[in-house]
């Protein structure tokens, strides 16, 4: 069992940055490929970026070139660091945690083994 945990989300102007973190639960957390998702209003939960356990990263187009991800397996935390941001990024972002591998194409949510309760990120005009 494996318990995600994010932080960091809050309210920014569009163009600005914001960090969130996913906090892991348990030992194994270096075994499991990560990835963020994110749900907007009246949206359907979408892929964003992941990190594979072997480091290896995928992000959707739509985040490319403003989004970064990072691990720290000795702190069991997955950042998400977001540069640029838009009106359109505004979404719950949620963290999930998979043992399976995917390869370069947006990673399926219901693929997905743990997800955490997702933290708010609002951008404002």
């Known amino acids: 069992q494996v318990q995600l945990v994010e932080s960091g989300g809050g309210l920014v102007q569009a163009g600005g940055s914001l960090s969130v973190s996913c906090a892991a639960s348990?030992?194994?957390?270096?075994?499991?490929?990560m990835a963020w998702f994110r749900q907007g209003p009246g949206k359907e939960r979408e892929f964003v970026v992941a990190v594979r356990r072997s480091g290896s990263v995928y992000y959707a187009d739509s985040v490319k070139g403003r989004f970064t991800i990072s691990r720290d397996n000795a702190k069991n935390t997955v950042y998400l660091q977001m540069n640029s941001l838009k009106l359109e990024d505004t979404a719950v972002y949620y963290c999930a945690a998979t043992r399976v591998y995917y390869g370069d194409s947006d990673w399926p949510a219901g693929g997905m083994d743990y997800w955490g309760k997702g933290t708010l990120v609002t951008v404002s005009s």
């Open positions: 348990g030992r194994t957390f270096s075994s499991y490929n």
